[in-house]
């Protein structure tokens, strides 16, 4: 008999298997192992992550329906919300705001809209570089993020993420 975390996870993979969401998807990392998913979010169209293809590690537990996953991007994005080293974001869902009714394409599409939405909150802040660059200087930060989907799509295409021709 399966545990209900296993349950709600497998209600999760059949939701995005027969409802593809534009720009997500996701899939457990092993047809053995349920609990460690690989996902891949798109950054939204007609924003300036508009191209980036962000890969993210969700870890899942036992007791899913009552703890949060783990989640980090593994294709760091340079944001605010979003720790330089970890890859770590900061989402009110997988915090205080953590229910059992949150499903996996609801994190990655909280994922997909916070990388346009930055929360400047200093509770939600894990890049004080990035929020003063924004702050500061909008136009540079702009030019940050388009470097970021460049080297997103560099990495989605298996090569590294940037040209070692340039430095």
Same mark, same amino acid.
């Given at each position: 008999m ?16 027969? @409802? ?7 899939? &457990?990392? #092993? ?6 998913? !690989? ?7 007609g924003?300036?992550?508009? !191209?980036?293809v ?6 899942f537990?036992?007791?899913?329906? $009552?703890?949060?996953?783990? /989640? @980090?991007?593994?294709?760091?994005p340079? @944001? ?5 080293? #970890? =890859?770590?974001p900061?989402l009110?869902?997988? =915090? ?10 609801g994190?990655?599409i $909280?994922?997909?809209?916070l ?6 909150? &200093? ?6 570089e ?18 970021? /989907? ?7 295409a ?6 070692p021709?340039?430095?």
């Amino acid at each position: 008999m399966h545990s209900r975390a296993y349950m709600l996870l497998r209600r999760d993979l059949i939701y995005l298997q027969r @409802h593809p969401i534009q720009g997500i998807s996701a899939l &457990p990392i #092993s047809s053995a192992n349920i609990f460690q998913w !690989g996902a891949k979010v798109e950054g939204l169209q007609g924003t300036m992550w508009e !191209g980036g293809v962000f890969q993210v590690s969700l870890s899942f537990c036992e007791d899913h329906d $009552a703890t949060p996953p783990t /989640v @980090h991007f593994l294709t760091i994005p340079f @944001h605010p919300n979003v720790d330089p080293e #970890s =890859g770590r974001p900061c989402l009110h869902q997988l =915090g205080d705001g953590w229910t059992e009714s949150i499903s996996v394409a609801g994190i990655l599409i $909280a994922l997909q809209c916070l990388l346009s939405t930055p929360e400047l909150d &200093p509770q939600c802040v894990l890049n004080m570089e990035a929020v003063r660059i924004l702050q500061d200087s909008p136009h540079t930060y702009a030019q940050l993020a388009l470097d970021c /989907v460049s080297a997103s799509m560099r990495v989605d295409a298996g090569l590294p993420p940037y040209d070692p021709r340039y430095g």
